[in-house]
């Protein structure tokens, strides 16, 4: 159950790290006046947000629940 840990935290960071690239690209994308291909950069950056969010809820709500029934 430990590397059901170790994958969940890693699929964490890779959603974190994906929602940082798509949020340089959006600042790049406006900064040099495309704001049509912007507007994807700035829905993959959410997409990513929401994703990031639902793996840290989901290894939040895992790792506790297997702490207290290995304590019993």
Known sequence: MKNEHKVLRILEIVWLVIGCIGLIS??????????EQAIYFLVFTFVSGVMYAVRKRQRKRVTPTEGSSESK
């Open 26 to 35: 959006f600042t790049y994308a406006m900064v040099t006046g495309n704001k």
